[in-house]
């Protein structure tokens, strides 16, 4: 018991003591006070001789405090003590090189490639030394010779970043297609480091390299792998039809004819308005697929795109197109998702809402799944309250919230509730809704939630008859009708009628909005730049920079001024839903790597 019970007071009183040494040791050490943290460092190497972690930090204060005599005696005790590291040379060496003594800093790292030679094991803790001290051509060596003298070894990915920190790219390159050649696993970690060094620029010159290391290198090779490397460069090009040929080529060489790869990067084309590589993807799909659901799921997508394509699409065409679909697929189960697409265009396309509720209506007696049934009362909801049918479609919207509950549709549901109660003036049970979703687990509900629940908020304080914020959800319900003409007038009328009030930065938010949907993108501009001059510091002010920065990079094909509204966000609004947004295309636009 008398020896027990030192042990434990060591053992309760000695461990937070040391962890509380070393806390500090490296806090004053992270902080550049070195003649602090040598104070430590000295007391922990001492009590812990074989920690190597506490002897390095140790060499690394005196080289700081240019105590380099203390340093080499510290090193060649360690030797004599044989408690030393092979790593003890490097450091040794570097030490001799801070002092200006050449021969003795060359002689030092020729011991520890010395024992390399007779251990090649010691090459990835040498390799490794030689990197903290940025000896990278020493490294290299390191690697190298340890993999030389046993094949086994492998520290090709150490060799690849090596290249990449000497701005030897090209060579970087090849290692790491050497490295996918034989681990094609790996291909997720390469190219998150392939991306830190190419840009959307076809021209820059570090993707000028790499499309012609992975041509050659797919000349050579039948593998598919080239292929998906070069789409995927083309891809962060932006140059989706030459990436697409890369997914028909990796597609007719793949057994089984998948063609996952070419769907996604159709809509992948969709979304960014390529509209002639997104056609001749889902044409490819529609040519190529056997699965009748996914033929249709192409056709429609084409469908889209050919009222995308055109600034005045026959719509009495596009309607003959989906009734032969219809012909063709039937009301069932398996091509709900037509129906539902048919419905949409007949109701905000054609204004033809009762016959689109009628086929929706006859889609929900088929036997659906209960998420697919979901699916539908939203997008019958949704084609109630463009027809002002408000109490019918908050039945169907709360039936898919309480029937999914912990789904993200569930959320959307209500979403849909309040925003329906938003249009029908019942802002206090919208209110209700909002304040639950705030919390959602999809960033963007949160986000329409916290906005949308300013809006009533705050323009319920000063008004007590919300008479301003009535006319904002008409003009509001006018927006989501289509009917951007009727919308504007309300606006403008709201404007000049409540000038000063606090819904005039929300209107002019919507004015803005409505405006580059009806192409007057000077309009909108300067409904933006009010926001920005009047309200800068506002809840909307991060809102209206980005409307701005969108609207001069994509539709005004000013860049330099774009970046500028990108610049506000980054710097004046780090908690804004388009921080990482404004953040990404801000340094595309100016020319950096984008991780």
Known sequence: MKILFPILIFLFFGIPLMGQQDFLAQQYYNDGDFDKAVVFYEKLVES???RLDFADQLVRCYQQLEQYDKAIAFLEGRIRSGTAHPTVYIDMGYTYDLMGIPDKREEAYQKAKDLLES??????VLGFKFQQYTLLDNALWAYKRSMELNPELDYNTQIARIYGEQGEVGKMYEAYMDLLSEREAIKPNVLRVLQSFVTSDPQNENNLLLRKTLLTRAQKDPNPLWNELLSWLFIEQGQLSSALGQEKAIYRRSEGGNLDRIISL????EDRSDLEAARDAFEFIESESGDPLTQLNAKLHLIDISLLEDDSPNLDRTRRAYESLLEQYGYDAASIQLQISYANFLAFRMDQADEAIEILKKSLEQPLSEYTEGYVKLNLGDILVYTRRFNEALILFTQVQKGLKNDVMAQQARFKVAQTSFYKGDFDWALTQLKVLRNSTSQLIAN????LSLII???????STQTALRKYARADLLSYQKKQPEALEVLEELLISHKGERIEDEALLMQGKLLEETNDFSGARLSYLKITEFFGTDILADDAHFALAELYRIKLDEPEKAMEHYRE?????????????ARKEFRILRGDPVN
């Open 48 to 50: 812990n001789p074989r």
């Open 119 to 124: 251990n090649p094991d010691y090459g990835y």
């Open 266 to 269: 159709g809509r992948l084309a």
């Open 448 to 451: 329409d939630a916290m906005q």
């Open 457 to 463: 908020s705050d323009n319920s304080i000063e008004d």
């Open 569 to 581: 966000i980054i710097f004046r609004f780090q908690d804004s839903y388009y921080f990482p947004q």
